[in-house]
Structure formats: C-alpha cells, structure tokens
C-alpha cells in the first residue's frame, strides 16, 4: 500500500530518505488499522473448513473411481476397497 502510495504522490525513487517521508505522510493521512491475531475459534472454524473439503474431495475421488469400476472389469477386490 505504501508503495502505491509513494507512486500517487509522484515519489518514484526509492532512496532512505524518501522511504522515510513516504511512510510518514502515508500514516499521517489514512487510517491504519491495528492488526489483530485471529480468535482461536475463528481459527479453528477455518480448520474445520478446510478439512471438511479435504474430505468432501477425497469422496468425490473415491466416487468417480467407483463409477469407473463398475463400467470396466476390475477386480473384486479393489471394487469392495473402492466401496469401503
């Protein structure tokens, strides 16, 4: 964002000096937001996600495999593992 910044107000090199005074004119005029580290519910609200369409893929996997089983000859074992 500073970057950007420094380029709207025509600040196109990139020396110490003007680093310095990019950034202190960037937080004089907007209004920066504390970073906060995300709740542990939040947290593991989002673990669940993930790991929920982790197994909703896995499934899925497991059904296009089935279905291709069933279409070829295979051996019955792998289609009970498959169904398993």
């Not at 209004?31 to 896995?58: F, G, K, V």
């Amino acid at each position: 964002r500073t970057r950007y910044f420094a380029q709207s107000i025509s600040k196109l090199n990139k020396t110490d000096k003007i680093d310095s005074e990019v950034l202190a004119r960037f937080a004089m005029t907007v209004d920066l937001l504390l970073w906060q580290p995300t709740p542990d519910n939040i947290r593991l609200l989002n673990a669940l996600l993930d790991r929920r369409s982790s197994l909703a893929n896995d499934l899925k996997r497991e059904q296009n495999r089935l279905e291709k089983a069933n279409s070829t000859l295979i051996v019955v074992p792998i289609l009970k593992s498959i169904k398993t």
